[in-house]
Structures are given as structure tokens and as C-alpha cells.
């Protein structure tokens, strides 16, 4: 069945080493985003992508990259440039309707923590 | 981009209505407003979305008057199991999804 994939559902790194979240999706959809969410806090984005082989920063895209070599992969590298990379990392996926955009499709999510 | 500005937490006892408000005064003739629920360690999950006037589903009604600068959240009857962060977005394409601290909504038994 249709959705959206996040791997590891729990991740731990050691400080000073990249590592890449998974993020999946079988929707078709053409629009992915990756936000970064704190104890208590709402959602903010670090990447988006609204096509294949193109990507725009968001609000806070110190410290990660992203690539979009194929429609239903967007994977999140945490590099070792992030000073507090310990999170709860979530990604979605939205049609892009050219004019306004649809619901987006949440994964469930990886928490990272930095031992 | 629409700026949009919600409480940041509600009470209410079970069984009752509950509006949740959310300000956005700068929204564009393009833009639609959408609302999702969060709850802990889980993805928000779409609740409604709409244009202008009264948009109603199965979950929740949202309210919105002429001008668009504002809009309300209605959930009916609420449960335990809605105590959950909401959050109110204004959206155009496909680049604008930006979430708030949203309006964490506690349900009292």
C-alpha cells in the first residue's frame, strides 16, 4: 500500500561523523520535505524539493544536505557541521498542483540522538 | 509568505466544542488555509483545508470570513483522544510548508 517511509525509526551517532536519514515514498508525489522538530517546539524545515535534481533551503539547512536523484527518495545527510544535530527528524511528501498544494503525507519519523 | 499567528495552548473538558483561532493577515488571493493535528512521536496528519466560508468533514469544520485574515478550527465534541498540537498553515505551492510552534490542546476528562 501507498505512503511515506522513514528508516531508522531511531538513530545514535557519535559526534564528528555524518549520517543520512531514509526517506521513502510511493504516492507519486512530486513535492518532499524534511523538518526538524525539538522537544516542545513545532516544525521547521531544513530542505525542500519540488522536483527531481533540484532542492531549496529552509529555514534552518546549516549543517544537513540533501539530494533528489530519484522522485521517491530524499535522503537527509546530518553532517558533523550540525552543533545539535539530537532531534526528532520527519519527512513529507505533497502533490503539487501548480496552483496551491494539497495535503502533505507525514512519516513517522527518525529520532536522532548524538552520543 | 503569510505570517500566521495561533494560541499557544487550550483547555477543554471532554464533550465540549472547542475553536481554535488562527490569525494570518497578510494572506495572498492565491493562498489557502490548511490545518493538521499532531500527535507526540508522529507525524502531523492532515485535518482540513479550505478557501473562504465554511468547509466541513467528517473531523472538523473550519470557519473563515470574507476578508481571510483569520480563520477558526471547530472540533465537535472533543475526546481525550484529541489532545494533540494543531497547527494552522497558509499554503499556496508546492514550497510553502511552514509550520508554527501550533496550539497544543489539552482535553480534561
Known amino acids: 500500500d501507498g505512503g511515506i517511509t522513514q528508516s531508522p525509526k531511531y538513530l545514535f551517532r557519535k559526534e564528528g561523523q555524518n549520517v543520512t536519514l531514509s526517506c521513502e515514498q510511493n504516492l507519486n508525489h512530486d513535492a518532499m520535505y524534511w523538518y526538524r522538530q525539538d522537544p516542545g517546539q513545532g516544525l521547521r524545515l531544513i530542505y525542500y524539493?519540488?522536483?527531481?535534481?533540484?532542492?531549496q533551503k529552509g529555514d534552518i539547512a546549516e549543517g544537513y544536505s540533501v539530494s533528489r536523484e530519484k522522485k521517491e527518495s530524499f535522503p537527509l545527510t546530518v553532517t558533523s557541521a550540525q552543533k545539535n544535530p539530537t532531534a526528532f527528524y520527519l519527512c513529507?511528501?505533497?502533490?503539487?498542483?501548480?496552483?496551491?498544494?494539497?495535503?502533505?503525507?507525514f512519516g513517522q519519523g527518525t529520532r536522532l540522538t548524538v552520543v | 509568505l503569510a505570517k500566521t499567528t495561533q494560541p499557544i495552548s487550550m483547555d477543554s473538558y471532554e464533550g465540549q466544542e472547542v475553536n481554535i483561532t488562527c490569525s494570518h493577515n497578510?494572506?495572498?488571493?492565491?493562498?489557502?488555509i490548511t490545518w493538521y493535528q499532531q500527535f507526540p512521536s508522529q507525524g502531523p496528519r492532515f485535518i482540513i483545508q479550505?478557501?473562504?466560508t465554511k468547509v466541513t468533514n467528517e473531523v472538523a469544520s473550519l470557519f473563515i470570513p470574507a476578508d481571510r485574515k483569520s480563520s477558526t478550527l471547530s472540533l465537535p465534541r472533543v475526546s481525550l483522544s484529541d489532545t494533540a498540537v494543531y497547527y494552522c498553515?497558509?499554503?499556496?505551492?508546492?514550497?510553502?510548508?511552514?509550520f508554527g510552534t501550533g496550539t497544543r490542546l489539552t482535553v480534561i476528562p
Open positions: 524539493s519540488q522536483i527531481v535534481n533540484d532542492f
Open positions: 479550505g478557501y473562504k
Open positions: 513529507a511528501s505533497s502533490i503539487y498542483a501548480g496552483k496551491v498544494n494539497t495535503e502533505a503525507f
Open positions: 497578510n494572506i495572498a488571493t492565491n493562498d489557502y
Open positions: 498553515l497558509v499554503v499556496s505551492g508546492a514550497n510553502n510548508l511552514f
